[in-house]
């Protein structure tokens, strides 16, 4: 699975999260006890930031025709990447898509990405 975003401890299981000012939102694909459904197959729990025992940005990346990136989605067996070497050169050769100024995206055939790794930041 590959993840980019935030993730909360709390009572030792991990979960999706988002923070909300003094709040985290945690979210689950199945109902539970305090959580509320938003719609099919999501529940949400908001909980104040105190009882978070962990709270953590988690990324994923991974080697592409030997350049640097992290993977935002996937889809079949391709990988939606963002490229972070930050040279603009590299990225027009890979003919990676303008998203913003400076950001540069594209879809990568699975096969072919190595070093797949989740890092926390």
């Given at each position: 699975m590959m993840?980019?975003?935030?993730?909360a401890r709390?009572?030792?299981?991990?979960?999706?999260?988002?923070?909300?000012?003094?709040?985290?939102?945690?979210?689950?694909?199945?109902?539970?006890?305090?959580?509320?459904?938003?719609?099919?197959?999501?529940?949400?729990?908001?909980?104040?930031?105190?009882?978070?025992?962990?709270?953590?940005?988690?990324?994923?990346?991974?080697?592409?025709?030997?350049?640097?990136?992290?993977?935002?989605?996937?889809?079949?067996?391709?990988?939606?990447?963002?490229?972070?070497?930050?040279?603009?050169?590299?990225?027009?050769?890979?003919?990676?898509?303008?998203?913003?100024?400076?950001?540069?995206q594209g879809?990568?055939?699975?096969?072919?990405?190595?070093?797949?790794?989740?890092?926390?930041?």
């Amino acid at each position: 699975m590959m993840r980019d975003g935030y993730v909360a401890r709390w009572r030792g299981r991990e979960y999706q999260a988002s923070p909300d000012g003094d709040d985290i939102r945690l979210y689950q694909p199945e109902p539970a006890e305090g959580f509320e459904e938003v719609r099919p197959g999501r529940y949400v729990r908001v909980l104040p930031a105190s009882e978070i025992e962990d709270l953590a940005y988690v990324r994923t990346t991974c080697t592409w025709q030997g350049q640097p990136f992290i993977v935002l989605g996937e889809h079949d067996a391709w990988l939606r990447v963002e490229y972070t070497g930050g040279r603009w050169p590299v990225a027009e050769a890979m003919r990676l898509e303008v998203f913003d100024f400076g950001v540069y995206q594209g879809w990568a055939p699975a096969a072919e990405v190595t070093d797949l790794r989740e890092q926390r930041v």
